[in-house]
């Protein structure tokens, strides 16, 4: 069921800061869909999820390679919510820190990497049943 972005319900935002793996779609270049599991943050004030990645990797490069449009999906029994948007790759300091930052709280720190970016989407619809 769609939701509204800016009333997501204490559920659905509790759901998105618990410790769970989701999936992200991205798409290749013939417009298959590539699907991987990923650690996911979302910061409902800005919309934004962000996803840490190596510069290098496939959903890295289909972002740059113009299929910015993306969903990153969590599950956990009955409860699960969808986030779609447009994302982007960004590569400097402070957007890489800032988003490690919400992982390592999220999750755990991640293991050092010079190669990091962030796949930052701007979610323009939230589906889900938290």
Known sequence: MPH??????PGLLAFLTERH???????????TPHVVPVGVTYDAATRTARVITSGDS???RHVRDGQGRVAVCQVDGRRWVTLEGTAVVREDAASVAD?????????RQP??????????ITVDRILGNA
């Open 21 to 31: 793996l989701a999936t992200l779609t991205t798409l290749r270049r013939d417009g």
């Open 99 to 107: 988003a490690v930052a919400r992982y390592a709280a999220r999750y």
């Open 4 to 9: 509204d972005l800016d009333d997501l319900g």
């Open 58 to 60: 496939a959903k890295a």
């Open 111 to 120: 293991r050092e990497n010079p190669a990091r970016v962030v796949l930052a």
